[in-house]
């Protein structure tokens, strides 16, 4: 399994949402905008701070998640 360095876990940032490095950008809040037919270059330059992979590793880990797999994550 691919180690997803981006997406972290901190219990006292967005309610412990799993989170891009750190920041207050959840992994939800980017799957739903993809889902609602915002493009990755829409989400870039809404929040100029993202970056493609952290965008593309939020999907890879909406998608392991909805298999019900578990992933560990990094502690921001």
């Given amino acids: 399994?691919?180690?997803?360095?981006?997406?972290?876990?901190?219990?006292?940032?967005?309610?412990?949402?799993?989170?891009?490095?750190?920041?207050?950008v959840t992994v939800g809040m980017i799957v739903g905008q993809i889902g609602a037919g915002r493009s990755v270059e829409?989400?870039?330059?809404?929040?100029?701070?993202?970056?493609?992979?952290?965008?593309?590793q939020a999907l890879r880990y909406a998608a392991w998640r909805a298999e019900e797999r578990e992933v560990p994550l990094e502690r921001a």
């Avoid at 180690?3 to 799993?18: A, D, E, F, S, Y």
């Avoid at 989170?19 to 207050?24: H, Q």
């Avoid at 829409?42 to 593309?56: F, K, N, S």
């Fill in 42 to 56: 829409e989400l870039m330059a809404e929040y100029p701070y993202l970056e493609r992979e952290d965008v593309l």
């Fill in 1 to 24: 399994m691919e180690t997803l360095t981006r997406i972290t876990h901190q219990p006292g940032v967005m309610g412990g949402k799993p989170c891009i490095r750190g920041l207050r």
